[in-house]
């Protein structure tokens, strides 16, 4: 069975709009990361959700427009505010177990906003 | 701060010949470092990763990448492509400690021509 859950899986999504991701874990890790795949570009990293605090963004990214819950240990989500085409985009969720050794993705939420 | 550069954003190569992507990386301490293999509509596959030990780190589909620290590289070989190897390939770093998230180059999108 799958270490991440992810949902939607797919979605299509009316501009101005806000859609909520989740990301369910197996078991418990500290950290979970969010990342964003634009059509055609890399994975960027979106935020770092930590149970507990308030997540970490990364530059270019605000919570405003992505804001972040971490309930407990295996559950977190993504919510992509407000939205425009330009946010459509393939977002993934991520956790690091085995002390960091092993690496798991969610299989992603495909967003195409119209 | 880590760092990822990919040379070459597309590369092409006759099916049977050396397949070779070259990644290099940016850190103030040696990193772990990864490989992911991304197929058109997919999600991302590992595959290879290197951590600690033998720097030559063999993966799945007959790939390999060596971790060469006086170089700060990590590029990703194969003896013979393979139609089926087309695809986009990511190099990724992140640091030591077990809650660093990873960090993406830019991807090499690889194209396999008969």
């Known amino acids: 069975s799958a270490v991440i859950s992810q949902k939607p899986s797919r979605d299509i999504c009316q501009r101005g709009t806000s859609l909520t991701i989740q990301c369910q874990v197996d078991s418990q890790v500290t950290m979970m990361f969010w990342y964003r795949q634009q059509p055609g570009q890399s994975l960027t990293l979106i935020a770092t959700?930590?149970?507990?605090?308030?997540?970490?963004?990364e530059s270019g990214f605000v919570i405003d427009k992505f804001p972040i819950s971490r309930p407990n240990l295996t559950f977190s989500t993504l919510t992509v505010s407000n939205m425009s085409p330009e946010d459509s985009s393939i977002y993934l969720c991520?956790?690091?177990?085995?002390?960091?050794?092993?690496?798991?993705f969610g299989e992603g939420s495909w967003l195409t906003v119209v | 701060a880590q760092s990822v550069t990919q040379l070459g954003s597309h590369v092409s190569v006759s099916e049977g010949a050396l397949v070779l992507l070259r990644c290099n990386y940016s850190?103030?301490?040696?990193?772990?470092l990864f490989w992911y293999v991304q197929y058109p509509n997919q999600g991302l596959q590992l595959l290879l990763k290197y951590t600690t030990g033998a720097t030559l780190v063999k993966g799945i589909n007959g790939f390999e990448a060596e971790f060469k620290k006086s170089e700060t590289s990590f590029h990703l070989t194969k003896p013979s492509a393979h139609m089926s190897d087309a695809a986009e390939y990511f190099c990724?770093?992140?640091?030591?400690?077990?809650?660093?998230?990873?960090?993406f180059g830019k991807g090499t999108r690889l194209s396999v021509i008969a």
């Open positions: 990724a770093v992140r640091g030591t400690s077990g809650n660093t998230p990873l960090v």
């Open positions: 991520s956790v690091n177990r085995d002390s960091g050794n092993t690496i798991y």
């Open positions: 959700a930590n149970q507990g605090s308030e997540a970490t963004y």
């Open positions: 850190s103030s301490v040696p990193p772990y």
